[in-house]
């Protein structure tokens, strides 16, 4: 059914994603899908890296360790933004786009308030490719 799974990833947040990259090597060795980690990053030093380049290369490392985990094929894609916080919805459409991701499967928050002025990232991803969206809730 999935062929592509894409996996927003924030480094500077690992632990808040380990049950759904939990999910992610569940559902892909069942599948026996690819998948992608994608991640938006500045262009300025950031408390992960000093630059896109550096931040690139953890990313490859952690998809690594990733792969010795679930087996399955993983690349991924990094984009570096003036503002990620601005325009992490735009890049992760545009990679959806661009990797032929046919799920996505996103870590998320507990619905608040706030959601009503900044829908999530997963709303908008949804609403804005063909992609189907998996969204896990992250409890702390």
């Known amino acids: ?3 592509n799974i894409m996996v ?5 947040h690992l632990e ?4 759904a990259l939990s999910v992610v090597a569940d559902l892909a060795k069942q599948y026996d899908a690819h998948i992608t ?4 990053t500045a262009n300025t030093p950031t408390s992960v890296a000093r ?6 290369q953890k990313l490859e490392a952690f998809a690594h360790e990733r792969h010795k985990v679930h087996g399955q094929p993983v690349s991924i894609k990094v984009y570096s933004s003036t503002d990620p916080v601005a325009n992490v919805d735009k890049q992760l459409v545009e990679a959806v786009e661009e990797t032929g991701a046919d799920l996505v499967m996103m870590a998320t928050h507990l619905p608040r308030h706030l959601d009503i002025i900044m829908p999530s990232h997963g709303g908008k991803v949804a609403t804005h490719t063909d992609a189907s969206v998996f969204l896990i809730r992250v409890t702390q």
């Open 16 to 19: 808040l994603l380990e049950p």
């Open 8 to 12: 927003p990833v924030d480094l500077a």
């Open 1 to 3: 059914m999935f062929k």
């Open 51 to 56: 630059t896109p380049q550096e931040y690139q």
């Open 37 to 40: 980690y994608v991640s938006v």
